[in-house]
């Protein structure tokens, strides 16, 4: 029974993994599509795309691969399973949503406008739901947390210069830099920590709930 109940433990949290995945890379999606500019990294993985081909997703696994080896090197450390599974489901999920066809790009400022606050919005949101599962982080994650440990900076201060040098590498190289990069570098922060702790309870109780459901099936059985 001890055995049936991790593997239920186990299997809910990569399942919220995943869906936060999925949700993560709607709001990517929904950023880029609103055309008013794209987060510092997708700028950099759009710039790559327009200038080498292949797809948005599949410059995401790329550029996920050198910074996951990169991290390891840093840290001499395997990253977690998470953080391979990040890099290559991200990647496929952009291309995913990237392929439907009623997602395009509104015509009106307005409708801009809502679909980037939106995207901001559902990005945040998955953000805290796979960050809940607490199976690993994601490449880029990774690297900020390879480069605090080693220089012992504040983490803020490492991601700040890591977004700002792949925005400016990115626009050089033709990425959407527009206000809507500017609006997600100031409020996608507090997106994310408003989002956390709601997904982190809503993550806890979901498990805490599985588990007790399990409990009383192992009582009913027990008698």
């Not at 936060?20 to 055309?35: E, T």
């Not at 696994?61 to 990040?86: D, E």
């Not at 998955?126 to 900020?144: C, E, T, W």
């Not at 991601?159 to 997600?184: A, K, M």
Request: aromatic share 12%.
């Amino acid at each position: 029974m001890r055995a049936q109940s991790s593997l239920s433990h186990h299997i809910l949290k990569w399942s919220i993994y995943i869906v936060g995945l999925l949700v993560m890379s709607l709001g990517i999606v929904l950023i880029i599509k609103a055309n008013l500019g794209a987060s510092p990294w997708d700028v950099f993985h759009i710039g790559l795309y327009k200038q080498l081909g292949l797809t948005i997703g599949s410059w995401s696994i790329i550029v996920g691969f050198f910074i996951l080896l990169i991290s390891a090197l840093l840290t001499k450390r395997l990253p977690q399973i998470g953080a391979f599974l990040n890099m290559l489901l991200v990647g496929v999920f952009i291309d995913m949503y990237m392929m439907i066809p009623f997602f395009v790009t509104p015509t009106t400022l307005s409708g801009k406008m809502i679909m980037l606050l939106v995207g901001i919005i559902v990005n945040g949101y998955g953000m805290g739901l796979y960050i809940s599962s607490r199976v690993g982080a994601g490449p880029r994650d990774s690297l900020m947390i390879a480069l605090t440990e080693i220089t012992s900076w504040k983490i803020q201060y490492i991601r700040s210069g890591i977004e700002i040098i792949v925005l400016i590498i990115g626009w050089f190289l033709g990425g959407p830099v527009f206000f809507g990069t500017i609006i997600y570098s100031l409020i996608i922060g507090y997106v994310a920590g408003y989002a956390l702790p709601q997904c982190q309870d809503f993550s806890d109780r979901l498990q805490k709930r599985i588990a007790k459901h399990e409990t009383i099936n192992v009582n009913h059985l027990s008698n």
